[in-house]
T-cell receptor, first 116, second 112 residues
Framework: DTAVSQTPKYLVTQMGNDKSIKCEQN?????MYWYKQDSKKFLKIMFSYNNKELIINETVPNRFSPKSPDKAHLNLHINSLELGDSAVYFCASSQVTSARSYNEQFFGPGTRLTVL | TQLLEQSPQFLSIQEGENLTVYCNSS?????LQWYRQEPGEGPVLLVTVVTGGEVKKLKRLTFQFGDARKDSSLHITAAQPGDTGLYLC????????????FGTGTRLKVLA
């Protein structure tokens, strides 16, 4: 009964390959996010989507393309993988209420991407 | 650019000791959150503080939001090995709640 799930958990691939990470949430939230956590544990937002619409694109290279087929899914496709893409990628979701200035984000377990 | 600096970066203490983690910024945030992340998992929200000067308690954890809403602290009383983890503060970026800025993190290890 996982709230936010990601697949795969681990991804090891060669430089130059294209790969995808899938994310699904069953919380009924309207907003989903992708974050990148580097080796120093710094967590940085990449994208946020609200009702399938891209809201935030945090100067991420064009090689990263998120896709939201519906409100419950936000997938991340990465083209031409580079060594520097190695990190843990987290998907998250939240219900954004316009009347409030904050919301609770629920994170998935993460996908550890290693580019060789 | 809004930044959140946490200190200390690493903390290793004995069970039963008290500790405080700080989250500082030169920017004002409308709210600040604290998350805990355990190895191999995603962060989990502990608390949200909204009002300047606000203090919230969660069992042995006490969270405070600075009067000017530029900083926050997390105090743990009588730390236990189960408190071990990465503690992250986060603030909603200027202009909306669709972008959260996370702090640099504090790795806490509590030894039995």
């Amino acid at each position: 009964d996982t709230a936010v799930s990601q697949t795969p958990k681990y991804l090891v691939t060669q430089m130059g390959n294209d790969k995808s990470i899938k994310c699904e949430q069953n919380l009924g939230h309207d907003t989903m996010y992708w974050y990148k956590q580097d080796s120093k544990k710094f967590l940085k937002i990449m994208f946020s989507y609200n009702n399938k619409e891209l809201i935030i694109n945090e100067t991420v290279p064009n090689r990263f393309s998120p896709k939201s087929p519906d409100k419950a899914h936000l997938n991340l496709h990465i083209n031409s993988l580079e060594l520097g893409d190695s990190a843990v990628y987290f998907c998250a979701s939240s219900q954004v209420t316009s009347a409030r200035s904050y919301n609770e984000q629920f994170f998935g377990p993460g996908t550890r991407l290693t580019v060789l | 650019t809004q930044l959140l600096e946490q200190s200390p970066q690493f903390l290793s203490i004995q069970e039963g000791e008290n500790l405080t983690v700080y989250c500082n910024s030169s920017s004002v945030f409308s709210s600040l959150q604290w998350y805990r992340q355990e190895p191999g998992e995603g962060p989990v929200l502990l608390v949200t503080v909204v009002t300047g000067g606000e203090v919230k308690k969660l069992k042995r954890l006490t969270f405070q939001f600075g009067d000017a809403r530029k900083d926050s602290s997390l105090h743990i009383t009588a730390a236990q090995p189960g408190d071990t983890g990465l503690y992250l503060c986060a603030g909603a970026a200027r202009g909306g709640t669709y972008k959260y800025i996370f702090g640099t993190g504090t790795r806490l290890k509590v030894l039995a």
